[in-house]
């Protein structure tokens, strides 16, 4: 049984369809990004994901469990990290800390502690005067502190620097090492993500157009690229499913989604060159045409 | 609880400064004693009074405030995801803020009270609240004054939080939340001006408590219901808000109007207590009125046809209430019913029946009487009406409400107009003096005069009587009985000159007379045992009746010719013991005596004869009236309780 499951999952505001009828399940112990540009409807799953809104239709199954109807019980053993901090302004790390302790049965207090002296955060500075860095590390420092069977991360890089970037997946590489927790993470930091995810999704508006283990992703997705006098190269890569063709000079560069190494070079034309792509290159030609959702 | 706590306590730590605050602030009012002009003694009632208004209205601040922001700001700026994303169920995010809201508000207050109280044991809370800073209403306890403003406290913290939700989530439910206000303020406002309207006092309070619990409970319910389902969605939990308020809101108005028109639809057979007002001198028709069961003391008016059972009831409420008047001819009813409601006395507009129309509604006349309180006098023929108002007599035709006479009433005899008949169709009299004054004090009587008023004409003063004590007219308007103050003898008048046409050998200070139904008259004499005396038309004793432990004879109708319904009450320990009366149906004729009944008393007094069903009707106790056969004595319940 997943960890986590969503069968058919649609959010509606008013007219706007923000998902449509998304289905998806992380394994135990798994990776798990969620990429989509903004507005793709990323945050609402989130927001479905951990029962803070109710679908329109639909089911989510955390642990096993409705969480819309079982959110507190369910949620005593999933660690959220919101996009945006939340906590209180006026509350201090320290005090956060100390009021989340009373929420669950088991907490690390100690472990909050060191990993926010890792992040260098004031432990007795007001939240709202912390950074947006210290902030996201903050949340990420209480999120981890009840040894959570399955972490939650949405955007928890938004906003951040190279450093804070950087820490946070170090933070979440060595969570991931200790325990084998259950990892589910929007992101746009597809570099970063990239070092982690076992597996990937791709939201494009509210639909969900990929979904697929990371290995297996960056095996079928190659670029081409051919002179452009030998136009008739661009026929035989119809087998391929070209997601983008485009122009480069005297050159064509074409993005195909269904690359077979063998295949390609019994049938392939002289001048070819094939080259592996970075998954932000490979959510760049899944995403990248069309206007920016608002 | 564990999460109930957690955020509770949340709240109250972030805003423990406010705790101290209220400290200080208490000690303001220590200072105003020191105030020029506040005088030593009234230095304390100052301090008290200052305290108390500086706690309520920080109480009452706060609760607006904390509860407007407590929740809504926090789903506003995105903040209460803080909770929904910890092992922290909806409910307990609500209560707890909530509570924390509640708790603060209230506690600042006490706490502002706090160095005024330690410092005066005899604060009066209750006593101030009501003698100084709340001029309706009075408080008699410290724990009630506590109650109601531990109560307004969490309606303030419950409606601002409902409030505040609607305008910061910017939904088109905000339509919603104004339809809602205004439909359920209509509803709720109908139903309660209907009861008003009929002097449904008690059932009016009943109704606005109940709306009162309801509008708590959805409060309650609703707020709870914006945090539970809507969580961290603004718009969705004011959708679930709205939905939720404005549906048991709405419910709760519909069961007030349905409770309103439940309690208007008390029928005669409803009343458990039960009296008659008026009867008709002709005909089957009178009037009843009494409380009905299980409807907040609501009195209801109704005219009956004992007959058929049919009746008609009148929009008449207490505070304006006066027994509808039947014409002479049995065929009219007529009454006046408020215009702007029961709450204070005002306008009134004359409203007729037709009895004789089995189909017939109350007929609204157009004819209307500003003066509040106004005595009614309707022809035989019932198409005339005389009223007595403000000082003025008036004679108008029905139901065109043409004036046909009109004057002002002399004040020093006629300041209590509560007697008026018809001569005929064109002129009515108006009967008045000291004699009505129930001042025994009054050592020097005036005089019993009777003026008349002539359709086209003036009032002519046309009788005065000196030195009388009880006149009574007679049924033709043509004499008045009345007792001679000097020596107590009874004499009869002329009504039209008020010459003395007879002294009836009958005296004393106590005794009463009245005239009967045939033109009869009846004298009840005696202290210790009483006698009736009855003398015919022409002044001849006819007949005397004895009743030997009687300590007070109350005369009834005649239900048939000689016959004459009696009823004698035994001595209580301290008054005549009605509740024993002993009702007896008497032969003028024979001399014979009929026992009707014990606790039972007439309806009617003796003016009212056979074709009149009134004399033929007995109070049986507070709750039936019956009806009993001159010839069998045969008693049948005709209103109020059926059985026992």
Not at chain 1, 190 to 205: H, K, N, T, Y
Not at chain 1, 218 to 238: C, G, H, M, N, V
Not at chain 2, 25 to 38: A, E, K
Not at chain 2, 205 to 214: D, H, K, Q, R, S
Request: hydrophobic residues 45%.
């Amino acid at each position: 049984m997943n960890p986590i499951a969503l069968e058919g999952l649609t959010v509606r505001y008013g007219r706007c369809l923000a998902l449509d009828d998304v289905s998806l399940g992380v394994p135990e112990g798994a990776v798990y990004a969620l990429l989509g540009r903004n507005g793709a409807g990323k945050s609402s799953l989130v927001r479905c994901l951990v029962g803070e809104q109710k679908p329109a239709a639909g089911r989510v199954s955390l642990l096993g469990r409705n969480v819309w109807q079982e959110r507190a019980s369910i949620l005593a053993e999933v660690g959220v990290v919101p996009e945006e901090p939340d906590m209180p302004p006026a509350m201090t790390p320290r005090q956060v800390a100390r009021f989340c302790s009373r929420l669950y049965p088991h907490w690390d207090a100690a472990g909050v502690e060191a990993r926010l002296k890792r992040f260098a955060v004031p432990r007795d500075t007001p939240f709202g005067r912390l950074s947006k860095g210290q902030k996201g590390h903050v949340s990420l420092a209480l999120a981890l502190a009840f040894t959570p069977r399955v972490l939650v991360l949405d955007d928890p890089t938004l906003g951040l620097d190279a450093v804070a970037r950087k820490a946070v997946f170090e933070e979440l590489i060595g969570e991931l090492a200790d325990r084998g927790t259950t990892v589910f993470m929007t992101t746009h930091d597809l570099a970063g993500v990239e070092r982690i995810a076992d597996r990937v999704a791709v939201l494009r508006q509210g639909k969900l157009v990929l979904d697929e283990e990371m290995e297996a992703l960056k095996r079928r997705f190659r670029r081409i690229s051919f002179p452009r006098s030998q136009t008739a190269e661009a026929s035989r890569l119809e087998a391929l499913a070209p997601v983008a063709v485009a122009s480069r000079g005297l050159a064509v560069e074409a993005v195909v989604s269904n690359y077979d190494e063998e295949r390609f070079r019994a049938a392939g034309p002289e001048g070819r060159e094939v080259s592996a792509l970075t998954l932000e290159e490979i959510f760049i030609a899944l995403t990248g045409e069309g206007e920016e959702q608002p | 609880m564990r999460g109930f706590l957690a955020v509770f306590e949340r709240e109250l730590v972030e805003r423990r400064l406010l705790a101290a605050a209220a400290l200080l602030l208490g000690l303001v009012p220590l200072t105003t004693p020191l105030l020029p002009g506040t005088g030593q003694r009234g230095g304390p009632e100052v301090r008290n009074a200052t305290a108390l208004a500086l706690a309520l209205c920080f109480s009452f601040g706060l609760a607006l405030l904390l509860g407007a922001s407590i929740i809504a700001r926090d789903l506003a700026e995105r903040r209460l995801g803080f909770y929904f994303s910890r092992p922290i169920g909806g409910w307990a995010v609500w209560s707890g803020k909530l509570a924390a809201a509640f708790v603060l508000a209230l506690s600042v207050g006490v706490l502002i009270l706090l160095p005024a109280t330690a410092i005066d044991r005899r604060f009066d809370l209750g006593g101030l609240l009501s003698a100084r800073l709340i001029p309706f209403g009075t408080f008699p306890s410290v724990a009630l004054s506590a109650l109601l403003w531990v109560a307004t406290v969490l309606l303030l913290v419950l409606l601002s939080h409902a409030a505040g939700v609607a305008l910061r989530s910017r939904s088109p439910w905000l339509l919603l939340d104004f339809a809602g206000l205004g439909l359920v303020g209509w509803l709720a406002s109908a139903a309660a001006r209907r009861l008003i309207f009929v002097g449904a006092l008690g059932a009016a309070a009943v109704a606005t408590a109940g709306l009162l619990v309801a509008g708590l409970l959805a409060l309650i319910a609703g707020g709870a219901n914006q945090v539970l389902g809507g969580r961290t969605d603004l718009r969705r939990g004011h959708r679930l808000q709205s939905l939720t308020l404005w549906g048991t809101l709405l419910t709760a108005s519909l069961l007030a109007q349905g409770y309103a028109s439940w309690v208007l639809a008390a029928e005669p057979e409803d009343l458990d207590k039960v009296y008659i007002a008026a009867g008709a001198s002709r005909g089957p028709w009178i009037s009843i009125t009494g409380a009905a069961a299980h409807r907040a003391e609501y009195q209801p008016d109704f005219l009956l046809n004992v007959s058929s059972g049919r009746f008609v009831r009148l929009q008449t409420p207490r505070s304006f209430w006066a027994p509808p008047r039947f014409s002479a001819d049995g065929r009219w009813a007529a009454w006046l019913e408020p215009r702007e409601g029961a709450l204070r006395p005002g306008p009134s507009e004359l409203v007729r029946l037709d009895l004789r129309d089995p189909r017939s509604q109350p007929e609204r006349t157009g004819i209307t009487y500003s003066q509040p309180f106004p005595t009614l006098a309707l022809s035989a023929d019932g198409g005339r009406v005389a009223v007595a108002a403000g000082g003025r007599l008036t004679l108008e035709e029905v139901p065109s409400g043409r004036l046909l006479a009109s004057a002002e009433l002399p004040r020093e005899l006629f300041r209590y107009e509560d007697s008026l008949r018809f001569v005929d169709s064109n002129r009515v009299q108006i009967l008045g003096g000291d004699l009505f004054s129930k001042d025994a004090a009054i050592n020097e009587p005036g005089p019993f005069e009777v003026a008349e008023l002539k359709a086209g004409g003036g009032l002519v003063r046309i009788a005065r009587i000196e030195q009388v004590a009880d006149p009574r007219v007679s049924g033709d308007g043509t004499r008045i009985l009345a007792r001679r103050r000097s020596d107590q003898r009874w004499l009869v008048f002329d009504a039209g000159t008020g010459a003395v046409l007879a002294e009836l050998p009958a005296a004393g200070d106590r005794s009463k007379g009245a005239f009967l139904a045939d033109g009869r008259m009846a004298i009840v004499t005696g202290a210790r045992e009483k006698e009736l005396q009855i003398f015919s038309p022409a002044f001849v004793p006819e007949r005397t009746f004895r009743f030997k432990t009687a300590m007070a004879v109350r005369l009834g109708g005649q239900p048939a010719p000689d016959r004459l319904v009696v009823a004698t009450a035994p001595r209580g320990p301290e008054a005549s013991r009605w509740d024993l009366s002993r009702t007896m149906l008497l032969d003028l004729a024979t001399g014979s005596v009929r026992r009707l009944g014990i606790g039972m008393l007439p309806v009617t007094g003796p003016h009212c004869g056979p074709e009149s069903i009134a004399s033929r009707l007995l109070q049986r106790g507070e709750d039936r009236l019956v009806q009993f056969d001159p010839e069998t004595g045969k008693q049948t319940v005709i209103a109020g309780r059926r059985s026992g």
